[in-house]
């Protein structure tokens, strides 16, 4: 979102999507910038509400376009400089460091961001004071009344303003199809406490690698119950160092152990964190569940408790994973409904949203943050509260919104849309879907590793066969070396990770992407197909 008046532009969060499983070969999805690159001169800052990567997950891609400063919290731009360093755009990018309830100044905006609590630390909301009023952008938010870093919802904030009046409130709508309130993230914490008091062996617990009041959590508890602690996953090392780093999560003494000490740890001494809640094929827990992790192994009568959200979409993967795990006659825990609840979500819900309405009392209300369905039903909820809420405009990502004096409306549009770019790149766009696959093949081709593998016995019933289309290897022992590689992959893998051709399929993939670019510097599109005989 930007918001202009005027020769000056600010953005508000700069996130990313990871593609659905439709966007073949495509790592990551990005918003198109044209309008703020059209407008470059005018572009001031890019302000940030917290951490996630819906959030900062596009900052290296925006910020090779327009090189402004990024503002947000403290524990936001650790997340952001480990992002910029990632890309080596750290040393070239001014960050700017803000503090909740402390006003700062771009161009002709003050901004004022409000401490409010959700899944992550150290989230604001903003306050943008314009020449024409405030407008008022929650970021992503819940109210928990008892977080568990303390840093309470700043509720008195939005009361001040609701009485010296808001333009236009901007308001989550993740969770608005949800009646009631959000539990606190405490509610978590029963769970946890029942699941140490119940677990004999080993303990593997996994969330996202942002959840921080989880991390903490968890570390608390193991602790108490006389558990070491073991990170497992990159993302979760670096996340948990920031967290002790700033100060939102203490690591007693000798607590932590390096996942190659887990071999000679007692089971029952153990806790395990590791990353890959959504049953991602590469992720550490969906290794360590074929045994395919160089550390973490799930035993019989060991205890994995997934929490986190199943992200729709991701179901089949994370049902695959969860089935390998009971395959191992472990416990494992995850959200089905149940009280006390594994997981609770970082978003307000009905009742939530309607307090902050109606502290508020915006002239205007523009629901943010949704599907089309959530930001229309949250309009609808919004339009029924007619003594807190003036006007409802409902508007979607591209549309403009001009305020004057005499209002609001609808001026037009600007192209917004979706970019898909290829990790470990910066620079390579893929403007559209279509563009992306032509180019692939007109350039690169294609290459189909093909694999027959028999469905009973998980065998490997003939050497793999390697198709190539459009594609030019150069050297002539190139099908070779791939059909070796492929042999080699598959022997290296367990029969059930040989039985799961989600896993199987990106083992090959990633195997032969390296392979072929070291080769002939080229990237073809890589489709192994496995063929069940
Ligand atoms: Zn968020
Ligand atoms: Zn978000």
């Not at 690591?251 to 390096?258: D, E, N, R």
Request: aromatic share 6%; glycine share 8%; net charge negative.
């Amino acid at each position: 979102m930007a918001v202009r008046w005027g020769d000056d532009i600010i953005v508000i969060d700069a996130g990313l999507m990871f593609p659905e499983a439709e966007l073949l070969g495509v790592d990551i999805v990005v918003p198109d910038i044209s309008y703020l690159i059209e407008n470059r001169r005018y572009v001031r800052a890019i302000v940030l509400t917290h951490g996630h990567e819906d959030h900062i997950g596009a900052l290296p891609w925006m910020l090779s376009e327009l090189n402004v400063p990024v503002w947000g919290t403290e524990f936001t731009l650790a997340y952001v400089e480990d992002k910029l360093d990632e890309h080596e755009l750290l040393d070239q990018t001014d960050l700017r460091e803000i503090r909740p309830g402390e006003s700062f100044k771009i161009g002709a905006f003050t901004i004022h961001p409000i401490q409010v609590t959700h899944s992550l630390v150290d989230c604001v909301a903003l306050a943008i004071h314009t020449p024409l009023g405030v407008l008022l952008h929650t970021g992503d938010f819940k109210v928990d009344p008892t977080p568990t870093d303390n840093r309470l919802f700043d509720l008195h904030a939005f009361a001040e303003y609701g009485k010296e009046g808001v333009l236009a409130l901007l308001q989550d709508s993740t969770n608005v199809e949800r009646k009631g309130f959000t539990p606190s993230e405490r509610a978590v914490r029963r769970k946890f406490e029942e699941v140490f008091a119940r677990t004999e062996r080993r303990l593997f617990i996994s969330c996202f690698s942002s959840s921080i009041h989880r991390i903490k959590l968890a570390v608390e508890l193991a602790w108490e119950h006389g558990r070491n602690v073991v990170f497992v996953g990159r993302s979760m090392v670096s996340s948990a160092e920031i967290a002790e780093d700033l100060g939102y999560m203490e690591i007693p003494q000798g607590l932590l152990l390096s996942p190659g000490e887990m071999r000679n740890t007692p089971p029952e001494k153990l806790c395990v964190l590791i990353s890959g809640t959504q049953g991602e094929p590469m992720s550490a827990l969906s290794r360590a569940a074929v045994d395919s992790h160089k550390h973490a192994r799930i035993e019989k009568g060991d205890t994995v408790v997934l929490s986190s959200r199943i992200i729709p979409g991701n179901e089949k993967a994370i049902y695959r994973m969860v089935d390998h795990l009971f395959r191992r006659q472990a416990h494992v825990i995850y959200e089905d409904g149940s009280f006390p609840p594994v997981h609770v979500s970082g978003h307000a819900s009905q009742e939530e949203l309607k307090l902050i309405l109606n502290l508020v009392k915006p002239k205007y209300f523009i629901p943010i943050h949704g599907e089309y369905r959530q930001l229309a039903l949250h309009a609808e909820l919004a339009a029924a509260m007619r003594g807190a809420v003036g006007n409802v405009l409902l508007i979607e990502s591209g549309d403009i919104l001009e305020f004057d004096e005499l209002g609001a409306r609808k001026a037009g549009r600007v192209n917004a849309g979706r970019v898909c770019i290829d990790s470990g790149s910066r620079t390579d766009v893929v403007e559209d879907l279509v563009i992306k696959d032509r180019r692939h093949l007109s350039e690169d081709g294609i290459v189909l590793p093909i694999i027959a593998i028999n469905k009973l016995s998980g065998r490997v019933e003939t050497s793999p066969e390697i198709v190539t289309r459009g594609f030019e290897p150069g050297e002539d022992g190139f099908a070779e070396g791939a059909r070796q590689l492929v042999m080699q992959t598959l022997e290296v893998s367990s029969e059930e990770e040989k039985a799961d051709y989600g896993v199987i399929k990106e083992k090959i993939r990633a195997d032969l992407k390296r392979y072929i670019s070291r080769q002939t510097q080229k990237r073809p599109l890589i489709m192994p197909v496995i063929l069940e005989i």
